[in-house]
């Protein structure tokens, strides 16, 4: 493969901020390239210059770039990961958006939801707190970039790594084990999750968005530049309604950006509330 | 009153003045002590581009602004060699933070000529100056420096500290004395030890080796391993796959320790204590963790991080173990070989250290684990291990024992094994069945014939043949040359692209021909495949062939242009120029690359006429091929480039002129470096640097 100068990884990686919001400058370029490496060989092309060519011109480049999706992004995940933010949601964001479920179900969106351990996770937690017997109702809508990982995600089969984070009497009560070491969750957990294919970076149109009461987009945005980080959040903005939550990964911030929203503090975690507007 | 602050994008927009505007530089300064980060940034680009270093330099001895301060420093760095001078000249400063901030910045710059004042700045008394004069002097990277860095190594920890990180980076075996007498007893023992470790001289062993077995060094176990095992090689270059079938120990590998640590192996061997060395060994060889050991640009939650290659302490405690013959402690090494990507840097270490696994070679094919059995058999000497113990394998109750066995066996051409290879061939798993075709690819002629030509017929289970073809796209066997060439009108498509890589590795005509069918195939990935592999043989009849092939406009001409700029053949050159016009864009982006490949002065002037081109990917792309071709006489035309909005432009001019070496293009190159594109100052610093 060709040695690639300063002007490919640039012209590359400013192609996927642009396409997907992602960020891959500085130390992230040598991940990128380990990753493009395989679509490199399949395509026998020589180097990422030729790789961006055929990324821009090529009559194929549609199904390159949804090949891509699933090259790039990260699929990193598993249950119950960062735990106290689905405590919060079902301890105080439910019994505090009562009213709100007199009317109609609490809406949640799961953003960035991979294989969708993440969505799932919180419908247990929901499920198995009982709420629903005291009239709350809820519905978790999950999107991802990668339909790969959507796939997974509607299969809801899971296996090793993924409950790394889960007890051993969490997975017997909420999976059946469908082959040796490969458990799929119960439909009780599963039918109260909706999932659909989005691209984070580009503006959200087509079936699938509403407006939430809580969103979840967690480990995201530290993949985000710091221009779509800046647009994500004014788009959770729009898609939140006046007080709703946004939950972020515990190593993500909106210190010193975002007006639209103000810190809510929970006793074991926190999160980003939407500020309501001025009467 | 206060006054009113200016939004953001005023400020922004106001950087973005003309460059005559009375008020810019003005503006620029005064945008540079911003609160505001992206303001900053902007006014450091801006800086970096239009004010001179003697602007700047003053602004760094400013104390009281340190947003300034921080800004100048960083435009000065973008300006790079420009600034060089001007910052030199401020290292002999009496103004010590200025002295200080100079050094940083010659030492981000890393121009050789900063050599001399950053020495002189060594001998200044204020510490701070001379600790970042020897950081400076470490990223420079210059062996004139390392004396009176050694000379430092007597003074206080952070000159020490300093003094020590740079002889590491620099690595010359004169300074390992000097850092020795700073282990065990002193605040800067670990820095010290990794310094000692970069720099890697032999004749430092002893006295580590020494370190490391002393129990009251127990805390410095991990930097005085890791310190040992760079001496003994043991984060030498990786092999790519298996490949064993190629190499058994050679003299290089076999190279031994320069000093010999049998004696240091038994002392180890001695004591299996909770405390011992020796169980500190064994916890790294299996795999615990002392420190992180990720390269610096690996993030933590990157998966690769889960990676089973080996980190630096655990490759560490593997070539002490071997180098000390520590014969308790192989088996968990070896155990590192039963996965490919364990075996890319277990078996050079190995071979290097031969002698001592085939001293117990017995024991450790009879081990009970058979990760431990396969891994011998992965890293002994096949000779070592002999037929008889090689064929017993086989029939090992562990299949990853068996595949190894297979790949010693193909090494040593043992054809008595054949019949048991075709056995696995037949009925193994596949990893199996790859394993033993590829043995039996190795084997003489007359096994070949016996038991792989039978195998070679269209009514073979598939995966057999897939697998045989494998073996001998891998190594080819003449005797069957015919056998594959008729299986490459197989019916599957996996078969047949199986057929066409062995029928690549058979010489002469007839291969050919059936290449070049192949370029006809139905499945299109095959077609390319075969393209590729013609374009591998070369050749007349390819060459035509290609070239008649691009008057098809089909979706292969795409991957026939390319193909014909990797052949570099010089006729292709005008076909492309003619197909050029009528061409789609992609086709078109693809002639222009083929024709930098292809060179020589008509594709030089072609693409040099495409510069005219209305579209910017079109004369992106032939400076990109400029780059590659231009001669001293299109300086010129790279001046102009430089100067275009366009910056890919600009970035290929940089590069172009970095290839054409000294002379007339360094101003040219030094305003390239300070341009407000990162991507373009920084080939145009590289570009310099060449020189």
């Known amino acids: 493969m060709n040695e690639a100068t300063e002007a490919d990884w640039k012209l590359l990686t400013d192609l996927l901020e642009e396409r997907f919001g992602l960020n891959f400058s500085g130390a992230r370029q040598e991940i990128l390239g380990a990753r493009l490496r395989p679509r490199l060989e399949a395509l026998h092309l020589d180097g990422l210059r030729e790789y961006y060519h055929y990324l821009c011109f090529h009559p194929g480049r549609e199904e390159e770039l949804a090949e891509l999706t699933r090259r790039i992004t990260n699929n990193e995940t598993y249950f119950f990961r960062e735990a106290a933010q689905f405590d919060a949601i079902v301890r105080h964001v439910l019994p505090e958006s009562a009213h709100i479920m007199r009317e109609r179900p609490l809406r949640i969106l799961s953003a960035a939801c991979s294989s969708g351990e993440e969505p799932y996770s919180l419908s247990v937690r929901l499920v198995d707190s009982g709420s629903e017997f005291m009239g709350a109702r809820w519905e978790i809508d999950a999107c991802d970039l990668n339909p790969d990982r959507l796939e997974c995600a ?64 967690r480990n995201v945005l530290i993949y985000f530049a710091a221009d779509g980080f800046d647009r994500l959040i004014s788009r959770f903005a729009q898609l939140l309604r006046p007080g709703g939550y946004l939950f972020l990964g515990h190593s993500e911030s909106l210190f010193d950006r975002g007006a639209d929203f103000e810190p809510a503090y929970f006793p074991d975690s926190m999160a980003y509330r939407r500020i309501r507007c001025p009467a | 009153m206060t006054p009113v602050p200016t939004p953001l994008a005023s400020r922004l927009a106001a950087l973005d003045l003309p460059e005559d505007h009375p008020e810019r530089e003005r503006l620029i300064l005064e945008a540079l002590g911003d609160a505001s980060p992206p303001v900053r940034e902007v006014a450091i680009a801006w800086a970096a581009r239009v004010l001179e270093p003697g602007v700047l330099v003053p602004l760094v001895a400013e104390g009281s602004n340190a947003l300034l301060r921080n800004a100048a420093l960083a435009a000065l760095e973008r300006q790079g060699p420009y600034a060089v001078e001007a910052v030199e000249r401020a290292v002999a400063t009496d103004d010590t933070d200025l ?313 040593i051409g043992d054809a008595a094994a054949a019949k048991r290879l075709a056995t696995m061939l037949d009925s193994g798993s596949a990893a199996e069945c790859s394993a ?188 990109q091929g400029l780059a590659a071709l231009a001669e001293p006489e299109d300086l010129d035309l790279l001046g102009r480039l430089a100067r275009d909005r366009d910056w890919v432009l600009r970035s290929e001019a940089a590069r172009a002129l970095g290839r054409l070496g000294p002379g007339p293009a360094r101003p040219v190159l030094l305003d390239l470096v300070r341009d407000l594109e990162p991507a373009v100052a920084r080939t145009a610093r590289a570009a310099l640097a060449q020189r």
Not at chain 2, 317 to 342: N, Q
Not at chain 2, 346 to 356: E, I, K
Not at chain 2, 506 to 521: Q, S
Not at chain 2, 596 to 606: I, S, T, V
């Open chain 2, 99 to 411: 002295a200080m901030f100079a050094c940083q910045v010659l030492g981000s710059i890393g121009g050789a000529s900063s050599v001399a004042p950053l020495l002189s700045a060594l001998g200044r008394s204020e510490v701070n100056v001379i600790q970042a004069a020897a950081e400076a002097l470490g990223r420079l990277g210059r062996r004139e420096a390392v004396m009176p860095l050694v000379d430092l190594l007597q003074r206080e920890p952070w000159l020490q500290l300093a003094a020590a990180d740079a002889l590491g980076t620099i690595g010359d075996p004169r300074a390992a004395e000097a850092l020795l007498a700073l282990v065990p007893d002193t605040m800067v023992a670990e820095p010290a030890l990794d310094a000692l470790a970069r720099i890697a001289s032999p004749a430092a062993l002893p006295q580590l080796v020494t370190l490391l077995t002393d129990q009251r060094n127990r805390r410095l176990r991990g930097p005085l391993l890791r310190a040992v095992g760079a001496i003994l090689g043991a984060e030498k270059a990786e092999v790519a796959g298996d490949s064993k079938h190629t190499s058994t120990p050679s003299a290089q590998d076999a190279t031994p320790s320069t000093h010999d640590l049998t004696a240091t192996g038994r002392t180890i061997e001695a004591d299996h204590g909770v405390d011992s060395l020796w169980q500190f060994l064994a916890e790294r060889l299996g795999g615990g963790e002392e420190a992180p050991a990720l390269p610096s640009t690996q993030h933590p939650g990157d998966d690769r991080s889960r990676s089973r290659s080996g980190n630096v302490t655990l490759r560490a405690a593997a070539a002490l173990v071997l180098a000390g013959g520590i014969t308790s402690l192989f088996p968990l090494f070896l155990r590192w070989a039963d996965e490919r990507d364990g075996r890319a840097w277990v078996q050079p270490l190995a071979w290097r250290y031969h002698d001592r696994l085939a001293s117990v070679a017995g024991s450790l094919l009879a081990h009970p684990d058979p990760a431990v059995r396969a891994g011998a058999l992965w890293t002994l000497p096949p000779a070592t291990v002999g037929a008889d113990q090689l064929r017993a394998a086989l029939e090992d109750s562990a299949p990853a024992v068996r595949v190894a066995a297979c790949y010693s066996i193909g090494v």
């Open chain 2, 436 to 623: 033993a075709a590829e043995a039996l690819t190795r084997l003489p002629q007359e096994a070949q014939l016996a038991f792989l030509a039978p195998r070679l017929e269209p009514s073979t289970d598939e995966a057999i043949l897939v697998a045989v073809l494998g073996a001998l796209a891998l190594s080819p066997c003449p005797a069957l040359d015919e056998r594959v060439l008729r299986l490459a009108g197989a019916v599957t498509g996996q078969l047949r692209r199986s057929a066409i890589r062995a029928v690549a590795a058979i010489a002469g005509p007839r291969a050919e021909v059936l290449l070049l069918r192949a370029l006809a195939d139905r499945d299109p990935g095959l077609q390319v495949e075969a393209l590729d592999l013609l374009v591998g043989r070369g050749g007349d009849r390819v060459r035509t062939t290609l070239l008649a092939m691009l008057g098809i406009g089909d979706s292969l001409r795409y991957h026939v242009i390319r193909a014909l700029g990797r052949l570099g053949r010089p006729e292709a050159v005008a076909p492309l120029e003619r197909l050029f016009a009528t061409a789609p864009l992609h086709e078109r982006i693809e002639i222009l690359t083929a024709l930098a490949h292809l060179g020589g002065d008509a594709a030089r002037e072609f693409l040099r006429q495409c510069l005219d081109q209305p579209l910017p990917e079109i004369r992106r792309v032939a400076a």
């Open chain 1, 154 to 217: 509607r299969r809801a089969v899971y296996e090793g790594f993924a409950f790394r984070n889960c007890d051993e009497e969490t997975r017997r009560r909420c999976f059946q084990e469908v082959e040796p070491g490969r458990f799929l969750l119960r439909e009780r957990y599963r039918r109260a999750v909706r999932f659909f294919h989005a691209n984070l970076a580009a503006p959200f149109v087509g079936t699938g968005w509403g407006s939430y009461d809580v969103i979840l987009c």
